[in-house]
Nanobody
Framework: QVQLVESGGGLVQAGGSLRLSCVVS????????MAWFRQAPGKEREFVGV????????YYADSLKGRFTISRDNAKKTVYLQMNGLKPEDTAVYYC???????????????WGQGTQVTVSS
């Protein structure tokens, strides 16, 4: 089993920044793909980006490139989502997800965190 716990969400004004954290625990996950998804009220879950835990390589949704950055700290077993230039449309619950072979679909991930709310005011 892999446990994921997100934190760092909150209320921020448009143009501001937030950094979300996802602490990973449980069985060995060194070869996992760690992804961030988000879901706004009344909308489907949306892929944000993914990082390879082993190599640190990243891939982002085209619409978020340049504003969002994913990184990881192996020693702290933590994955981060740095969000800059936030817009009201970024308001959503943000989820961390993990699996051995990741992708852009939530169906490809077996492990999920509980989510953290991000609200961007205009």
């Amino acid at each position: 089993q892999v446990q994921l716990v997100e934190s760092g969400g909150g209320l921020v004004q448009a143009g501001g920044s937030l950094r979300l954290s996802c602490v990973v625990s449980g069985r060995t996950f060194s070869s996992y793909a760690m992804a961030w998804f988000r879901q706004a009220p009344g909308k489907e879950r949306e892929f944000v980006g993914v990082i390879s835990w082993s190599f640190g390589s990243t891939y982002y949704a085209d619409s978020l490139k340049g504003r969002f950055t994913i990184s990881r700290d192996n020693a702290k077993k933590t994955v981060y989502l740095q969000m800059n230039g936030l817009k009201p449309e970024d308001t959503a619950v943000y989820y961390c997800a993990a699996d051995q072979v990741g992708g852009q679909s939530g169906a490809e991930y077996a492990y999920w965190g509980q989510g953290t709310q991000v609200t961007v005011s205009s």
